[in-house]
C-alpha cells in the first residue's frame, strides 16, 4: 500500500530492476538519448499520457553544448537497438520528453523531473562488476550510465505506472519530464526558457547516491554550485617547425599559457570558487606548429556572483594569451548551472512522508558540493509562484559517480518511487483547489 494507492511492491520492483538494467545497457550521451527517449515515451503512451516533444518542452535557441555532427550518429544508433521512427520523427533531433496527466479534476499542477543521459566514462571490464558479469553492461564503448541516471529514468517510469493505474482518485495535472543533458548543465536552461513548467505549483526533483547510505533521505541539500562550462578554440597558423618555425602562430602554446594562468587564478575571499581544464586537444603533427587548439574547462562559485567573477577572470585569460602568441580565441558556452534553494514546505512534507516510503533516516541537510541544471527549473517555478524542492535518495555505491565501477543499490529505487507518489497524494489531500491560482 502506498498512501492509499493499491501497488504490487514486489511486481513494481522487478519492472523497475528492468527498467534501469536496459537503459543501463544501451547509455547514451547528453543531446543523443534517442533510444532512452523513445523507449520511454513508448512505455508512456501505452500508459496514456500526452506526450510532449522538441519545441514544446526545450528552447532550442537557448541549447548549450550539443554537437551536431553526433547527432546523425546517434540516431541511427538509436535505430538499430530498436528506437521507434515515430517517437523520432516527434523529437526532430531533440532528445527529451514530457508527459501530461490530466485527471480532469481541479487541482494542483505538480511535475517531477527525472534526468536519462549517460556520461563519457568506459565501464569497467572487470568480472566482477556486477553490471558486466549480470549481462548488463554498457554496448557503447566510452560511455556508461555511471551517475545513476538510469535508475532516474526508470524510478520516473514507475512512478508513470502507479499514477496511471490511480488516475481516478487524483485531481489536478501531473507532469513528468525526462530530461536529456543533464551533464555538462547542457539543458536545464533550454528547459525552463520553454515555458512548459510555467503552470507548475510543485515541482520535485531528487538524485539518487551522492555519498548518502541505502535507506538515508537528504530533504533539503544544501550548497549548490553555480557553474559555467567552456571551449576555448584557438586558431592561430601552421609552418613547418624546422624550416620557418617563425612563420607560425602557435596554438597549442596560447592554450597552454591559458592553462597555467587559469589554474592560478586567485581565490574569492567571499566563498568557494573552483576552475578546471579537463581537456586539451592541439596539434597536427610532430613537426608542425599546430594552428588549432580547444581547451574545455568549466568554473564554479558557491553563488552566482562568485562564479561570474571566475568565469570574467578565464575570458580575460582566454584573450590575453591569444594575443600573446598572435593567436585568435573563440569562447563558447556549453553549460550552466545556477545554485537553488528548496522550499520549507516542500521539506518539511518530505521528511514527513519519507518514513513511510521506506527511508530508515532522515537526514534534513547535507552539503551538495556539485552543480544541478535542476537549478534553473527550480527557479523557473519559484519565481512564478510555485514551490519546488530537490532532494537524495540513498544508495550503497561501488564507486563513486563518474568512475567506470560505479553501481547502484537497486533496491532504492522502490522507495523513491513511494517517495514521490506519497508526497504527491499528501499535496492533494491538503491543498484547497480553490487556493490554486
Keep these: 500500500m502506498v498512501n492509499n494507492f493499491t501497488v504490487d511492491e514486489q511486481a513494481l520492483s522487478q519492472r523497475l530492476m528492468n527498467y534501469r538494467r536496459e537503459f543501463h ?37 537557448t541549447i548549450m553544448g550539443r554537437d551536431d555532427a553526433n547527432i546523425v550518429k546517434a540516431q541511427e544508433r538509436a535505430i538499430t537497438w530498436g528506437a521507434q521512427l515515430e517517437f523520432l520523427a516527434q523529437m526532430d533531433g531533440v532528445t527529451g520528453v514530457g508527459a501530461i496527466l490530466d485527471t480532469g479534476r481541479p487541482g494542483p499542477v505538480m511535475a517531477i523531473r527525472f534526468d536519462i543521459d549517460a556520461v563519457d566514462v568506459m ?126 602562430r602557435n596554438a597549442l602554446a596560447a592554450a597552454c599559457t591559458a592553462v597555467s594562468q587559469m589554474l592560478a587564478i586567485p581565490r574569492h575571499r567571499d566563498g568557494m570558487t573552483r576552475v578546471n581544464v579537463g581537456q586539451l586537444h592541439a596539434g597536427d603533427g610532430r ?5 588549432n587548439a580547444v581547451l574545455m574547462g568549466e568554473t564554479r562559485g558557491e553563488n552566482r556572483e562568485l562564479n561570474n567573477y571566475m568565469y570574467q577572470q578565464v575570458e580575460q585569460i582566454a584573450q590575453a594569451s591569444a594575443m600573446m602568441h598572435g593567436v585568435q580565441v573563440d569562447i563558447k558556452a556549453q553549460g550552466e548551472a545556477i545554485g537553488l534553494q528548496n522550499d520549507t514546505e516542500l521539506v518539511e512534507l518530505i521528511a514527513k512522508v519519507g518514513p513511510q516510503s521506506g527511508f530508515t533516516e532522515i537526514i534534513q541537510a547535507k552539503d551538495f558540493g556539485a552543480s544541478e541544471d535542476a537549478g534553473y527549473l527550480v527557479d523557473r517555478v519559484q519565481s512564478r509562484g510555485g514551490k519546488a524542492i530537490y532532494c537524495l535518495v540513498g544508495s550503497d555505491l561501488t564507486a563513486g559517480h563518474h568512475n567506470g565501477d560505479f553501481d547502484i543499490d537497486e533496491s532504492r529505487m522502490l522507495p523513491a518511487v513511494k517517495l514521490f507518489i506519497n508526497a504527491i497524494r499528501q499535496v492533494q489531500t491538503t491543498v484547497d483547489p480553490d487556493d490554486i491560482a
Aim: glycine residues 10%.
Design 123 to 248: 565501464e569497467s571490464q572487470d568480472d566482477s562488476h556486477r553490471p558486466r558479469f549480470l549481462g548488463f553492461a554498457s554496448l557503447a564503448p566510452g560511455v556508461a550510465h555511471a551517475c545513476g541516471h538510469d535508475a532516474h529514468a526508470a524510478i520516473g517510469l514507475g512512478i508513470a505506472e502507479v499514477l496511471a493505474e490511480n488516475k481516478d482518485t487524483l485531481c489536478g495535472k501531473i507532469k513528468l519530464l525526462f530530461q536529456p543533458a543533464e551533464e555538462g548543465c547542457r539543458a536545464g536552461k533550454a528547459i525552463a526558457e520553454s515555458g512548459w513548467l510555467d503552470d507548475v505549483d510543485y515541482f520535485f526533483a531528487a538524485h539518487i547516491g551522492m555519498n548518502v547510505p541505502s535507506g538515508t533521505l537528504v530533504c533539503d541539500p544544501q550548497h549548490f554550485l553555480c557553474s559555467s562550462k567552456f571551449d576555448l578554440h584557438f586558431s592561430g597558423k601552421p609552418a613547418h617547425a624546422g624550416i620557418e618555425p617563425n612563420a607560425g
Design 287 to 291: 613537426n608542425v606548429i599546430p594552428a
Design 25 to 61: 545497457r544501451y547509455p547514451e550521451s547528453a543531446w543523443c538519448e534517442f533510444f532512452t527517449t523513445s523507449r520511454i515515451a513508448g512505455h508512456l503512451q501505452l500508459l496514456g499520457y500526452e506526450l510532449c516533444f522538441s519545441d514544446a518542452i526545450i528552447a532550442r535557441d
